[in-house]
């Protein structure tokens, strides 16, 4: 009796080491499945866009002058084809992305210097920093596409110092300041 009850006891344990092992599997399974399908439905509309973008853009300007400007934090991809004298910028209007008179005029500046105006319609696609680094982002690639597109205006635009690149940027916070230079309160006591 003492044997058979071993070999009972045995089989006992065995199955319900399988019911508790089986259960876990299918919910690891399960869970591996559902952050799969997340991660497919999260990268698809971001891809999906990334290429319409790409497609649309070089279907539209197969023959355009490229250029890139930085300013600050931002970058502008600048495509001029010679036009009317559109500018849009992501994909919208000059006068409806940059609504401040100030930046509309930043990013006509080089066609006033090198007097072309309505010759070139531009297309900016600018990502990073604020409205005000992006328009000098696309001033800074228009002026060099105004370079590669004609070579004799390199000297206007050098004058004007729109073909250097401003350097400035904002200075890193301190340790045991507030701010980059921003200090402590003086207290006497």
Do not use: C, W
């Not at 010759?119 to 600018?126: E, G, I, K, S």
């Not at 000297?155 to 300041?177: P, Q």
């Amino acid at each position: 009796m003492t044997e058979e009850k071993k070999t009972t006891a045995k089989k006992t344990a065995a199955k319900t080491t399988e019911k508790k092992a089986a259960p876990a599997k299918k919910a690891t399974a399960t869970k591996t499945a559902t952050k799969t399908t997340k991660t497919v439905k999260a990268t698809k509309p971001a891809a999906e866009t990334k290429a319409a973008a790409k497609t649309v853009a070089t279907s539209k300007l197969g023959g355009a002058i490229y250029a890139t400007g930085k300013r600050k934090d931002s970058i502008a991809r600048v495509y001029m084809v010679p036009g009317k004298g559109n500018i849009t910028v992501n994909g919208t209007p000059m006068k409806d992305y940059f609504k401040r008179a100030v930046l509309q005029m930043i990013l006509v500046q080089p066609f006033d210097v090198t007097k072309r105006d309505g010759a070139y319609d531009v297309v900016a696609m600018v990502t990073g920093g604020g409205l005000s680094g992006q328009a000098g982002a696309v001033k800074h690639g228009i002026s060099k596409a105004l370079e590669k597109a004609e070579p004799d205006l390199r000297k206007a635009l050098k004058a004007a110092g729109f073909l250097t690149r401003d350097s400035r940027v904002v200075e890193r916070k301190h340790f045991g300041f507030h701010k980059a230079r921003r200090s402590t309160q003086f207290s006497k006591r």
